[in-house]
Every structure is written in structure tokens, then in C-alpha cells.
């Protein structure tokens, strides 16, 4: 995926009206907002000549699909059923005959063209408010054929971020740990997908355990932990070009790596004689910094996005807490004092809360909490659950469940799931083994 | 007279979870009385192996703790004069975790729980040399049980010959 097959060319036409619709994210949204995905309209000429290169019948119902099918995941959104739809595709986006919308019940409608144009895909969209009976919005893209996928997601960023006010994540992807094998022998692999699940590829062959990849949020690099020959340590990964290095060469395990926000540095924890510190290597000048110096075990950094703090999973206090520092290791604060355990802090890239697992008689719950450790909020409850990590809007959680296994041992399952920072639309998110450790990246594209 | 033997039953079973502290459901009880655990340290064999004669492997841990049993300690003495007498032989020392805690802080947890061991052995005379520390955190279970005993099982660090 390199930069160079997304050119993106925005031309176009301005908004002139102000937006009547306004989505609410900041609550569960019980009442999705109906809205009408018209297929792209595509010319006989455009379509033969893209079902030779792609192999899909009509590329126009394909793209649609994809925007239809990220908006109803969002939990925001209700697509409806085009059968419905009163109005040919080619029309509706010329001129689309509102009182037909309205009558559906569509509050919004998306219209568009794809054409096929020196070997190249060129998508128009438009997002039209059916109430107000106005267009909020055009845009048109160009791109090489094989981005299909992608110029629908972008499609569906734009829709989000029209009708919500916020960025969107959907022309994301997710790098997880793939699994399979007894629960006492897992063959462990790590592997990407786009967000919806379309793209999947394995990424190590799983010779060797592999565990927590990370993206940078700031390239397309990975980090992640491998025992390649034995010695757990803490490797980047290029996934262009698929280079593997070691950064945490340390006479010892280092563990629980993460990017800084600017992505310039990883920070991990360093195990030695029983106890684990956390430590910083500046990626560019390989120099090492330790920030916790405490006989506990320090684990599980993640940094504010601002860079400035840091926060961490402790067990000074005699058992798992979290904890928040600043990011040279100073002013230490516990911000976890609730019933129970707590590990995996992961500060939103909003900046404003810091997701976490907790262990609480028996149950694990994913939930959030306010950086001072305020307000604490359960999201989901289950037998087995962790390592939450943030859409890039910082909307949506993704994290990995695991099921109980029976008296034999037999059962055992791990599968990634999703769900909304309101605590609703929570939703599996299928992979074609079992899955864990899932880490969001970055917006692609804008 | 036979619902008097119940409810002598039913005391019985009551004055049991009374004597054990970690007495959290009745199967775990269960579990107790047939020996294989004491508080939630495993002290069964099922899953031991033996280095040499009289030398078993491993060592069993409480939950979320890596304070060497008074068994625990036995089994590490006849490691460390095992080793002594047979001064070519390195080990690693594999530390592992039950399933119930977030996969980070096992991996941690397995490195202090094999830690524990390796100072018991240097204690005893055994150079840190001849040591290495491997934790793999719960990654690698003896027990796919979702069940104390099992996790018990699972609480280890394992000696292993390097050579």
C-alpha cells in the first residue's frame, strides 16, 4: 500500500448549504439515521472495461456495498433497502427527485458515477439532505482501479464526517494476531485486514510466537513482540516492504511495545531478575531512556496524544492499577481505584479518556475512564476480554474475547470484536481464524 | 433419618469451606478434598515431569503471586543439588501465567515467577550462568481447562534442560 496509487484529486464543487442533519455520536444512538445508498451509476463501456481488469460484474455496486455496508456498522446509520428505491441510479445523482426519497423514509441520500477513464477509476459521489431537498456535498476521485475498495471507504469517511462532524475510520485497516491450534500449542501469525474485514493477509508464517503488534500513527510501520529463537523481544516491522528488525535487543524480555504518537519512538517494558521497568528507544538515533525505575512490575505504556504523559499498568500498589506519568517518568499518579484489577491503558487519540480491561470477581470487563481516573465507565462485561485499542476518532473500541472452554478443554475460541465508546453496537468482527491483540490503524488517506 | 444424613452431609461440606480460605464454589472444594490443591497452589503430579529420580520440573504458583511454596522450595533444593552434581548441564527456567489476566502483565508475571526460581537455585549454589529466564506469560498453558485446577496446573515455572 504505498502512497503513490492513491491520487486523489478533489476537485469540486462547494457546499453552499448549511447541513439540516446532524448525526449525534456523543450518545448510543438507538434510532440510526434512515438514509438511501443509491448505486453508483456506471456506463456499459466503464463497466465491461472494469470487469476485465477486476473481475467484478458491475465495480459501481461494488463500491456501494462497501459505503452501505460501513455506514450500518457504524451503528449510525440504516441503509435502506434498495429495492425500495424508486429512482434510477443515473438519475438520482443528476437530479434526484426528493418526494421519491421522502417517501422511503430516507433522510439522506448518496448518489453517484464511476467512470472508466484512461485506464483509470473515476468516482463522483454526492451526498444530497432529502428533507431540505439540497446537496451537501461533491466530491470526485481518481485513482488506479485496484483501490476500489478503498475509494469506497474513503466515500464513507466522508459521509461520516459530513453528517456527524467528525472524522471518520474507515479507510483503516487492523493488524491482529491470528491463531490457530490447540489452546496448549497456538500457532500464532501475524496478519492485517481492512477494517471491514475485506484484504486479510498473513504477514509472519508462524514459526515463532508472535503477540501484540502495534501500528505507528504515523507510517505504515508495526511493532510487536516474537520469540524468533527463544528470546521474546520486541521487533518493527515495514509492512511495504516487509523488513523485520529487532529495537528491543536488551539482555533480556522487552515486551508491550507501543509508538509515540509522533511515531519517532517505541516504548516498551524491559523484564530483568523479576522485575519490568519501562523504557524508550528513539527510533532514528537507537538512543535508550528508562522512565520507571521500580522494583514492581511497570507495563502496558501508551502515551497521551499530545506526547506529554504516559500512562501504565503498575502493580506497586500490590496488585494491577493504572497509572499516569509524565513522559520523562516523573509526577507518578494512580488514576484506578474502583473494585477490582486493571490493566491495558490506552489513551484516545481524542486525548480526553484512557480505555482499560478490568478484572472484577471473576468477569472482565472493557470500559473507559477520564485521565484523572474519573468517571469511570463500563462498556462490555464477559468471561474473558482485553486489550482494547481506539478507532483513529476515538469513536469505537476494537478488543479481543475469548470463550470458556468445557470440562474436557474443548471450546476454546478468540475473536475480535468492536464496540461504541456509548457502550452500544457491539459487534464481532470476523476473521477467517481465530483472532487477538487487534491494533486500528490511522486514517489511509486525508 | 435420611434427611438428618443430608443435612450432616450438607455440614460437612460447609465445615470444609470453612477450613479453606480460597473456598469460592463447591466443585473447587471438590478439587480440594481430592488433594490436588491447597489454597489455589497446585500440589497434585498430573502434569509434573522429573528431571532426574526424585527431581521434579516445576513449581506452582498462587494466583497472581510468585512467592515460592514450602514444596515449591523442596523441589528447587533437589534442582540445585541435581545440578551440582551435574555441573555441564544449563537450564532455562520457563515462567508461565493462568489465563485470567491481560496477556502484558502475564508475560511479566511468568518472567518474576522464573526469577523466583532462579534466585532459589542461586541460593543454593547454582551460578546465574547456568540460568536462563524464559517467560511465556499464559501463551502456553499444560491445561486448556477454564477451571481453578487447571489454572493451578497453569501457575508454573518449568526447568528445563538447555543442554
Not at chain 1, 434510477?88 to 439522506?108: G, H, S, T, V
Not at chain 2, 548441564?89 to 508461565?96: F, K, P, Q, R
Request: contains cysteine; glycine residues 6%; charged residues 25%.
Amino acid at each position: 500500500m504505498t502512497k503513490k496509487i492513491l491520487i486523489l484529486l478533489f476537485m469540486l464543487i462547494p457546499i453552499n448549504a448549511n447541513a439540516l442533519i446532524e448525526v449525534d455520536i456523543t450518545r448510543g444512538n438507538l434510532n440510526p439515521l434512515p438514509l438511501a445508498v443509491s448505486p453508483l451509476s456506471i456506463d456499459e463501456e466503464s463497466r465491461k472495461g472494469f470487469e476485465k481488469i477486476l473481475k467484478k460484474e458491475n465495480i459501481g455496486s461494488e463500491i456501494s456495498n462497501i459505503v452501505e455496508n460501513n455506514l450500518r456498522t457504524s451503528g449510525l446509520f440504516n441503509p435502506l433497502d434498495k429495492k425500495a428505491f424508486l429512482q434510477a441510479p443515473d438519475i438520482a445523482n443528476l437530479k434526484p427527485r426528493f418526494e421519491d426519497w421522502n417517501l422511503i423514509k430516507a433522510q439522506a441520500l448518496i448518489t453517484g458515477k464511476v467512470n472508466y477513464v484512461d485506464d483509470k477509476l473515476r468516482v463522483e459521489f454526492r451526498l444530497w439532505d432529502v428533507l431540505a431537498a439540497k446537496e451537501m456535498m461533491a466530491l470526485a476521485f481518481t485513482t488506479v482501479p485496484n483501490n476500489w475498495r478503498r475509494v469506497g471507504h474513503i466515500i464513507s469517511d466522508k459521509v461520516y464526517e459530513r453528517l456527524t462532524g467528525e472524522k471518520g475510520y474507515f479507510d483503516t485497516r487492523i493488524i491482529y494476531v491470528s491463531e490457530e491450534g490447540p489452546k496448549t500449542q497456538r500457532i500464532k501469525k501475524l496478519a492485517i485486514m481492512d477494517q471491514d474485514g475485506a484484504n486479510n493477509k498473513f504477514l509472519t508464517l508462524g514459526n515463532e510466537l508472535v503477540l501484540t503488534p502495534r501500528f505507528n500513527p504515523a507510517s505504515q510501520m508495526v511493532t510487536y513482540l516474537s520469540y524468533f529463537k527463544n528470546m521474546p523481544r520486541v521487533y518493527l516491522l515495514d509492512i511495504e516492504t516487509g523488513t523485520q528488525e529487532v529495537v528491543g535487543d536488551f539482555p533480556g524480555m522487552t515486551f508491550a511495545p507501543r509508538f509515540s504518537p509522533d511515531g519517532k519512538k517505541i516504548i516498551m517494558s524491559f523484564a530483568k531478575d523479576g522485575k519490568s521497568d519501562i523504557y524508550t528507544m528513539d527510533l532514528e538515533n537507537r538512543i535508550v531512556e528508562k522512565i520507571t525505575n521500580h522494583p514492581s512490575i511497570d507495563t502496558s505504556p501508551s502515551y497521551s496524544p499530545d506526547g506529554k504523559y504516559i500512562t501504565f499498568n503498575s502493580d506497586r500498589s500490590g496488585y494491577q492499577q493504572i497509572y499516569v506519568m509524565k513522559n520523562d517518568g516523573s509526577d507518578v499518579k494512580r488514576i484506578s481505584f474502583g473494585n477490582g484489577l486493571y490493566g491495558t491503558p490506552v489513551w484516545s487519540p481524542r486525548g480526553d479518556l484512557i480505555a482499560f480491561t478490568k478484572l472484577h470477581k471473576g468477569k472482565f470487563y472493557i470500559g473507559v475512564m477520564r485521565t484523572d481516573g474519573s468517571g469511570e465507565r463500563l462498556l462490555t462485561e464477559n468471561y474473558y476480554q482485553e486489550a482494547p485499542s481506539w478507532s483513529p476518532n476515538g469513536r469505537v473500541l476494537i478488543f479481543y474475547r475469548e470463550t470458556k472452554t468445557n470440562s474436557k478443554g474443548e471450546g476454546f475460541s478468540a475473536k475480535l470484536w468492536s464496540i461504541d465508546l456509548t457502550g452500544y453496537n457491539e459487534r464481532q468482527i470476523k476473521t477467517p481464524t481465530d483472532a487477538s491483540d487487534p491494533s486500528w490503524s490511522s486514517l489511509l488517506s486525508n | 433419618m435420611r434427611l438428618n444424613k443430608i443435612f450432616k452431609n450438607t455440614l460437612l461440606v460447609l465445615a470444609a469451606c470453612l477450613v479453606l480460605s480460597a473456598c469460592a464454589t463447591k466443585k473447587e472444594v471438590a478439587t480440594d478434598i481430592q488433594g490436588q490443591m491447597q489454597g489455589d497452589v497446585y500440589t497434585g503430579t498430573d502434569t509434573v515431569e522429573y528431571l532426574a529420580d526424585g527431581v521434579p520440573d516445576r513449581v506452582f504458583f498462587a494466583t497472581n503471586e510468585s512467592i515460592l511454596t514450602t514444596a515449591s522450595r523442596e523441589t528447587l533444593r533437589a534442582q540445585a543439588a541435581w545440578l551440582r552434581k551435574n555441573p555441564n548441564i544449563n537450564v532455562v527456567l520457563e515462567g508461565h501465567a493462568d489465563e485470567r489476566g491481560t496477556r502484558e502483565y502475564n508475560l511479566a508475571l511468568g518472567e518474576r515467577r522464573a526469577n523466583a526460581a532462579k534466585d532459589y537455585l542461586m541460593t543454593y549454589g547454582i551460578s546465574s550462568d547456568r540460568i536462563t529466564v524464559l517467560s511465556y506469560g499464559k501463551e502456553r498453558p499444560v491445561d486448556s481447562g477454564s477451571n481453578p485446577l487447571a489454572w493451578s496446573k497453569n501457575r508454573r515455572s518449568v526447568t528445563v534442560k538447555a543442554n
